[in-house]
């Protein structure tokens, strides 16, 4: 009994000195976008004062599912006396044991890590000593997106006529450190004194679907939104059922039935230099009626109010809005892109590049206080 002690300290000694004579020491980032290359990339500091041969068997694990996603273990190593950075390509072509979805010999190594929370282990064998435990290292990593989702429509502080708008965003990027990317869009209302982000926590939803793309049209299964009441929206997505990035909260409001009458009985004011008066313009929505005479198909609209350069807190805004050969009847929607006051002069100038530019007077009726 006494003998098979002495072994297996003698063992224990062993491996605790030749550990405490090689150092592993992992590069891979923290945090942020992480290239998956990064988890095979290393220093190694043999303090031994000689070479010596190894191998390195590298496990990644998920963090939250505990989940063992990948086992590898490189060729032969050889380790000078010193310190070696030791790469990707040095221990290629790796040995896979286990394997997982985003983690395939086939995948490019020079792609990110997809989206999670992970730990990675190192350990370096001594090929000439049985396979003695050299060094041994745990890190933590998270891999996040470099940008979550980018809401587009409906755009913030806005104010809508279709009570089921259709919801459209970009997808969190770089795309490709995704797997199985996928969304959850949440809409709520929206109370007098609450901001948007407020609403999003405390109100409960009158929308929560999930998406595969990144558009996504008001389902025919859920009640119309209110019109008159304003809601608050956001996009998470998802990759593989992980957190893979959130967006902002934006806010739109669904414009009542009779303002609704409103601007849809209102006349569309014609951009040829006939009128030379001021025309109304309600609730931020600018009705036009073009002639085009030439094959241009886009028609710039610049807007500002009048003597903007002499405004504080006034901007300017243009779009280009599609036109066809003939008459066009055009409604821009400036609402959440152009601040808009009564009382104030609004300047409209229109042309195309073959065109002939005309200019225009408005000024804005608001219905909603």
């Not at 190694?44 to 010596?52: H, R």
């Not at 797997?179 to 609450?194: D, F, I, S």
């Not at 959440?336 to 000024?363: A, C, S």
Request: some cysteine; overall charge positive.
């Amino acid at each position: 009994m006494k003998r098979l002690t002495s072994v297996w300290l003698a063992v224990l000694l062993c491996t605790i000195t030749a550990s405490a004579q090689v150092v592993l020491v992992p590069e891979v980032q923290a945090g942020g976008v992480i290239m998956k290359q990064q988890l095979w990339s290393f220093v190694v500091n043999n303090l031994t004062g000689a070479s010596m041969q190894a191998t390195a068997h590298i496990t990644v694990t998920d963090r939250v599912t505990g989940q063992t996603l990948v086992e590898t273990s490189s060729g032969v190593l050889l380790l000078p006396s010193g310190a070696k950075r030791i790469t990707y390509q040095e221990q290629s072509p790796l040995n896979y044991g286990i394997v997982s979805l985003g983690f395939a010999a086939d995948r490019p190594m020079n792609q990110p890590l997809p989206v999670g929370e992970y730990q990675v282990c190192y350990r370096l064998l001594d090929r000439s000593a049985k396979n003695l435990l050299l060094a041994f290292e745990c890190v933590k990593i998270q891999a996040e997106p470099l940008s979550p989702p980018q809401l587009i429509l409906p755009e913030d502080k806005t104010v809508i006529l279709e009570p089921r708008p259709l919801l459209t965003w970009t997808p969190p990027a770089p795309v490709h450190m995704f797997t199985a990317l996928g969304y959850e869009v949440k809409v709520a209302p929206l109370y007098k004194g609450q901001s948007p982000q407020e609403a999003m926590q405390r109100n409960i939803p009158v929308l929560v679907q999930p998406a595969t793309q990144n558009v996504l049209a008001y389902p025919a299964s859920f009640t119309n939104l209110e019109a008159g009441k304003t809601y608050v929206w956001q996009v998470q997505a998802t990759d593989a059922g992980r957190p893979a990035g959130q967006s902002d909260v934006w806010s739109f409001t669904v414009i009542p039935d009779s303002v609704v009458r409103i601007v849809s009985a209102a006349p569309f004011v014609k951009a040829d230099g006939s009128v030379s008066s001021t025309a109304v313009m309600h609730q931020g929505f600018l009705k036009l009626e073009y002639i085009s005479t030439t094959s241009d198909s886009l028609l710039r609209i610049d807007i500002a109010p009048q003597g903007v350069r002499k405004r504080k807190g006034y901007s300017s805004y243009t779009q280009e809005v599609s036109i066809r050969p003939g008459v066009n009847f055009l409604t821009v929607n400036l609402n959440g892109k152009l601040k808009l006051d009564e009382g104030v002069m609004y300047e409209v100038n229109v042309g195309t590049p073959r065109g002939r530019g005309q200019r225009l007077h408005f000024q804005q009726y608001n219905y909603l206080r």
